[in-house]
């Protein structure tokens, strides 16, 4: 996940191709997908968890934070009260809460086409067509894919 908005999807024709989710239509999820997170949501280290593999940095159990990136190595950072990017893996985080008026249910390694009702996308064809489908990639806070 970015921090400039933007996520991107490798169709076999088109590689790193831009375009923004809500003009995206979810064909298939990843397989054993294992983080339920998204940017926004709030979490917290599980209470299973005794040491996070980074530490905990002066956090404990108790202390609840916004995730702000999440890469696809389950790698996220998480803005905590008193601690602002701290490292974590997503396995090792509880979902708290998720972000009110999530639109997006693109995940990394979501693999998507354009919707049938989108005539143009945001960002062009560049050479797909609706019945392309393609693997996200990449995926930032702002929408855009």
Avoid at 39 to 51: D, E, Q
Avoid at 89 to 97: F, L
Wanted: aromatic residues 6%.
């Amino acid at each position: 996940i970015n921090d400039d908005g933007e996520i991107l999807v490798d169709f076999p024709n088109y590689r790193g191709w831009k375009g923004k989710d809500d003009e995206m239509a979810v064909v298939s999820k990843p397989q054993g997908t294992v983080s339920k997170l998204e940017l926004g949501s709030k979490v917290r280290v599980k209470k299973t968890i005794s040491t996070p593999t980074h530490d905990w940095g002066g956090l404990s159990h108790s202390d609840v934070g916004t995730v702000t990136s999440i890469n696809d190595d389950g790698e996220i950072l998480v803005d905590f009260p008193n601690y602002r990017g701290w490292k974590g893996k997503d396995d090792e985080m509880a979902v708290v809460s998720k972000p009110q008026g999530t639109v997006s249910k693109l995940e990394l390694g979501s693999k998507v086409r354009v919707k049938k009702t989108i005539s143009t996308p945001t960002h062009d064809w560049g050479g797909l067509s609706h019945s392309d489908v393609g693997t996200v990639t990449s995926i930032n806070d702002d929408g855009e894919i």
